[in-house]
Antibody, heavy 121, light 111 residues
Framework: EVQLVESGGGLVQPGGSLRLSCAAS????????MSWVRQAPGKGLEWVSV???????FYADSVKGRFTISRDNSKNTLYLQMHSVRDEDTAMYYC???????????????WGQGTLLTVSS | QSVLTQPPSVSGAPGQRVTISCTGS?????????VHWYQQFPGTAPKLLIF???NRPSGVPDRFSGSRSATSASLAISGLRAEDEADYYC???????????FGSGTKVTVL
């Protein structure tokens, strides 16, 4: 059974740093595209970053240069290192597996339960 | 502001059919990228509802169906039930942004 369990969220001051983790089971993270998606309180879903099975990485413009996605194959875990956080980064952060049938189709087939980041002084 | 536009809310009586539109552009849906839909209940993670425009994952009732044309897509819920009251999001890929994009979300209310 595929499972994704996020952890690491919490209260951080503006300008601070935090690392989120996503422990995967039932599959290996390095054989799939893996992504982070966030949702600010009362708002919609926003894609944050993706790491491909071949190691290619992409970011949303809103986090580029501040956030870093990575994975540890030995721990089958996905990470999101966040630096210089801002008030607008406050959100529930979901880890999600990306499924792709072709180069025209990319969707999130499994999601974790989320971990909450609150940026506040 | 979301790249894909959805109506903020739709409503219907039990048993009725409701549709949710998702309007994109030539850099996402119009470029040929497939559209996917997610259902989200308050306080829970989104769940994949429809993939590749009109395919349902195992366990999703056939009351849910999707369609796509040109630069837009639609999700239809037929035989509306109280348990369908949730937020619904469309999603695709955008070649200009080089990333995944979501719709603004639609809240479905069962009257």
């Amino acid at each position: 059974e595929v499972q994704l369990v996020e952890s690491g969220g919490g209260l951080v001051q503006p300008g601070g740093s935090l690392r989120l983790s996503c422990a995967a089971s039932g599959f290996t993270v390095n054989s799939h595209y893996m992504s982070w998606v966030r949702q600010a309180p009362g708002k919609g879903l926003e894609w944050v970053s993706v790491i491909h099975h071949d190691g290619n990485i992409f970011y949303a413009d809103s986090v580029k240069g501040r956030f870093t996605i990575s994975r540890d194959n030995s721990k089958n875990t996905l990470y999101l290192q966040m630096h210089s956080v801002r008030d607008e980064d406050t959100a529930m952060y979901y880890c999600a597996r990306v499924s792709y049938i072709s180069s025209w189709s990319y969707y999130f087939d499994y999601w974790g339960q989320g971990t909450l980041l609150t940026v506040s002084s | 502001q979301s790249v894909l536009t959805q109506p903020p809310s739709v409503s219907g009586a039990p048993g009725q059919r409701v549709t949710i539109s998702c309007t994109g552009s030539s850099s996402n849906i119009g470029a040929g990228y497939e559209v996917h839909w997610y259902q989200q209940f308050p306080g829970t993670a989104p769940k994949l509802l429809i993939f590749d425009n009109n395919n349902r994952p195992s366990g999703v009732p056939d009351r849910f169906s999707g369609s796509r044309s040109a630069t837009s897509a639609s999700l239809a819920i037929s035989g509306l039930r109280a348990e369908d009251e949730a937020d619904y999001y469309c999603q695709s890929y955008d070649t200009n942004l080089i990333g995944y994009v979501f719709g603004s979300g639609t809240k479905v209310t069962v009257l």
